[in-house]
Nanobody, 126 residues
Framework: QVQLVESGGGSVQAGGSLRLSCAAS????????MGWFRQAPGKDREFVGS????????SYADFVKARFTVSRDNAKNTVYLQMNSLKPEDTAIYYC???????????????????WGQGTQVTVSS
């Protein structure tokens, strides 16, 4: 089992920045591909970004490209989501996820991920 705990959510004005963190425990963190999803009220959970085990490869949803960055620190068992130029439509609960297997930038469906955090709320006001 892998336990994931997100932090860093909050309220920010449009154009601002937030950095989400996700601390992992339970198994060897570097064995897992990490991802971020989000879910806005009344909408399906959607892929935000992912990162390979070593951190060499990343993938992003089109709507966050050039604004969000996923990174990881395997020594600290932590994955990050740096969010810049935030927009009101970025308001959602953000979830950290983990999965095993081979990294593939096209794997973007929630059902492909094995472990989930409890989520952290991000609210962007205009």
């Amino acid at each position: 089992q892998v336990q994931l705990v997100e932090s860093g959510g909050g309220s920010v004005q449009a154009g601002g920045s937030l950095r989400l963190s996700c601390a992992a425990s339970g198994r060897t963190f570097s064995n897992y591909i990490m991802g971020w999803f989000r879910q806005a009220p009344g909408k399906d959970r959607e892929f935000v970004g992912s990162i390979s085990r070593s951190g060499s490869f990343t993938s992003y949803a089109d709507f966050v490209k050039a604004r969000f960055t996923v990174s990881r620190d395997n020594a600290k068992n932590t994955v990050y989501l740096q969010m810049n130029s935030l927009k009101p439509e970025d308001t959602a609960i953000y979830y950290c996820t983990a999965r095993s297997g081979v990294y593939n930038s096209y794997v973007r469906q929630a059902r492909e991920y094995d472990y989930w955090g409890q989520g952290t709320q991000v609210t962007v006001s205009s």
